[in-house]
């Protein structure tokens, strides 16, 4: 009996993704991207930094801003297939252009942080919604000045604008993983229980010291007390390499975009990091260090304190 073997078409990527692929990969603009990220580095924003970045959320707050422009310039579409509404549909553009501003601060600031290819896109996705301000701008002066049709024919050319730019800002978050949390994988891949990962002696004190459970990096810092904290070494802003960072004030500096995380607990005490890192409970066993993942309850810290407890 005789077996054929199938034959499989190539799949081939469609035209978009090979647009998008080619513009990850496209350096002709990477000194308008240098330029533009040192001017929004050096915007004198304060704490207003980390609020923009979403920090206090617990993820980026771009995404959450942009629904007001979205919302009402879609809103205003809607009214614009049907005459006799251009008043009302132009009061919404006029919402969507003043929520425009701080939404476009808080990407532009997001967007600075980020990787090089993460950036090319990103420029695109900031030009495409500039263009959309244009248009809704242009077309919210036409009607004022009566030229309704003028501008409800500008206002759906600033409704496509702001399309591709959405589009593009979804590559940006869902292709990219800009603005996702780094280190969500890690409560699911590290089994329970005790894992050891070394002497004590090979853990100089203040000094970040890369290990691995489960195939999954972890920093390990032993402070000059003798206190010892471990963290999941990649940082959960873009997976920055945290045992390459800085140590200081019973914290962690990433090196990458300068996210600092407190290594008690992991909490992220400062931006652009909007999540903050997995924390394993740590104890010495016949001169061995041995990290176990902490819950979220407390009692694994309970328990581990009673167990330091009873071995001093």
Do not use: K
Request: glycine share 12%; net charge positive; charged share 20%.
């Amino acid at each position: 009996m005789n077996h054929v073997t199938p034959r499989h078409r190539p799949v081939r990527q469609n035209r978009v993704l090979r647009l998008l692929d080619r513009l990850e990969r496209q350096q002709r603009t990477d000194p308008v991207i240098d330029t533009l990220r040192a001017g929004v580095r050096a915007l004198p924003l304060g704490r207003g930094r980390d609020l923009l970045h979403g920090r206090w959320l617990g993820h980026p707050v771009h995404p959450l801003m942009v629904q007001v422009p979205i919302g009402s310039w879609l809103s205003a579409a809607v009214l614009d297939l049907r005459r006799g509404h251009s008043r009302e549909a132009g009061l919404l553009i006029g919402v969507g252009l003043a929520a425009a501003a701080p939404a476009a601060l808080a990407g532009a600031v997001d967007w600075a942080e980020l990787h090089r290819q993460q950036m090319r896109v990103g420029l695109v996705h900031a030009l495409s919604n500039t263009a959309a301000l244009a248009l809704y701008s242009a077309s919210l002066a036409c009607r004022t000045t009566g030229r309704t049709g003028a501008g409800r024919a500008l206002g759906f050319l600033g409704l496509t604008a702001a399309g591709v730019g959405g589009a593009l800002g979804g590559h940006l978050a869902y292709r990219q993983a800009s603005g996702a949390n780094h280190a969500e994988e890690v409560p699911h891949v590290v089994t329970e229980g005790w894992h050891r990962v070394g002497g004590v002696d090979e853990f100089p004190a203040g000094r970040p010291v890369r290990r691995s459970v489960d195939d999954v990096p972890l920093l390990v810092v032993r402070e000059t007390g003798g206190t010892i904290h471990a963290l999941a070494e990649r940082c959960s802003h873009l997976a920055g390499p945290l045992s390459e960072g800085t140590v200081a004030d019973g914290c962690v500096t990433c090196p990458w975009h300068g996210s600092v995380f407190r290594l008690s607990d992991g909490w992220n005490v400062r931006g652009p990091a909007t999540a903050p890192q997995p924390a394993f409970d740590t104890r010495i066993v016949d001169g061995h260090v041995e990290v176990r993942l902490r819950q979220g309850d407390g009692q694994a810290d309970a328990e581990s304190d009673r167990e330091r407890a009873a071995r001093t």
